[in-house]
Nanobody
């Protein structure tokens, strides 16, 4: 199994920055890809970005392109989401996810709250 634990959420003013982290443990060798989703209050869960675990190719949603960056830390055991130029509409619960089966996000963290004040 793979265990994921998010951290780094909090309250920030519009225009500010936050860096979310997701520590992966367990059978991390089985991970094909990892990514981030978010869910605003009363809204559908939204794809934010993903990284291919081996090779490091990344992709982010159009709504955050140019502001958010996804990657891995130097130890390569932690996924991060660097969020800059935050907007109130970025508010929501951010979830870390990983795939050990192609086409399926089958591992999830419990989420971390991000609140951006206007």
């Amino acid at each position: 199994q793979v265990q994921l634990a998010e951290s780094g959420g909090g309250l920030v003013q519009a225009g500010g920055s936050l860096r979310l982290s997701c520590a992966a443990s367990g059978r991390t060798f089985s991970i094909n890809a990892a990514g981030w989703f978010r869910q605003a209050p009363g809204k559908d869960r939204e794809f934010v970005g993903r990284i291919i675990w081996s090779g490091g190719r990344t992709s982010v949603a159009d709504s955050v392109k140019g502001r958010f960056t996804i990657g891995r830390d130097n130890a390569q055991n932690t996924l991060y989401l660097q969020m800059n130029s935050l907007k109130p509409e970025d508010t929501g619960v951010y979830y870390c996810t990983a795939s050990s089966q192609l086409g399926l996000w089958n591992h999830w963290g419990q989420g971390t709250q991000v609140t951006v004040s206007s």
